[in-house]
T-cell receptor, first 116, second 114 residues
Framework: AQKITQTQPGMFVQEKEAVTLDCTYDTSDQSYGLFWYKQPSSGEMIFLIYQGSYDEQNATEGRYSLNFQKARKSANLVISASQLGDSAMYFCAMRASSGGSYIPTFGRGTSLIVHP | NAGVTQTPKFQVLKTGQSMTLQCAQDMNHEYMSWYRQDPGMGLRLIHY???????DQGEVPNGYNVSRSTTEDFPLRLLSAAPSQTSVYFCASTVWQGGTGELFFGEGSRLTVL
């Protein structure tokens, strides 16, 4: 069974600083994908970034990067130069190919507040 | 391009009433799913489908029913609403095999059961 753990219920960061949101995962599969989604107060789910288990380089998308440490089974999201609009819930998710099933599993989320 | 469309966005029910949350996608995705989001619990999978005529249970299926008669539509039925079903519901779809598996979400439906 797959499991995603986000140990930080809430995080605070000063505007323009960088912040790391933690995510660890557990799977016995060799092939899997890791995702981060953002949920602002308006409620919609926004896809941020994807990392495949065989990708050799860490994924980056603008100010978002995924610090992928395969041996430690961690997939932390790094947001550089935080902006007020980054205040939101952030969810880590994994999709593993366990027995032909690709059902995504989500963590419980981290609430990020960016202070001016 | 509409993507994933959920209706209604808001609904208030009385205990024991039934209702259907509608979900439609226009991306020809095989995989469709329903999640519920409760504070501190993240997104929990209710039911999912990997194609027309195929459905299966997720983590929290009790009290919910689904069907998938077409690729586009995946309605979620509450058979007899209970206050414990007060939640925000998300429909999501993706390509089943191949691709990254990024989920495309509807805007969510906020359900209150009194």
């Amino acid at each position: 069974a797959q499991k995603i753990t986000q140990t930080q219920p809430g995080m605070f960061v000063q505007e323009k600083e960088a912040v790391t949101l933690d995510c660890t995962y557990d799977t016995s599969d060799q092939s899997y994908g890791l995702f981060w989604y953002k949920q602002p107060s308006s409620g919609e789910m926004i896809f941020l970034i994807y990392q495949g288990s065989y990708d050799e380089q860490n994924a980056t998308e603008g100010r978002y990067s995924l610090n992928f440490q395969k041996a430690r089974k961690s997939a932390n999201l790094v947001i550089s130069a935080s902006q007020l609009g980054d205040s939101a819930m952030y969810f880590c998710a994994m999709r593993a190919s366990s027995g032909g099933s690709y059902i995504p599993t989500f963590g419980r989320g981290t609430s990020l507040i960016v202070h001016p | 391009n509409a993507g994933v469309t959920q209706t209604p966005k808001f609904q208030v029910l009385k205990t024991g009433q039934s209702m259907t949350l509608q979900c439609a996608q226009d991306m020809n995705h095989e995989y469709m799913s329903w999640y519920r989001q409760d504070p501190g619990m993240g997104l929990r999978l209710i039911h999912y489908s990997v194609g027309a005529g195929i459905t299966d249970q997720g983590e929290v299926p009790n009290g919910y029913n689904v069907s998938r008669s077409t690729t586009e539509d995946f309605p979620l039925r509450l058979l007899s609403a209970a206050p414990s079903q007060t939640s925000v519901y998300f429909c999501a779809s993706t390509v089943w095999q191949g691709g990254t598996g990024e989920l495309f979400f509807g805007e969510g439906s906020r359900l209150t059961v009194l």
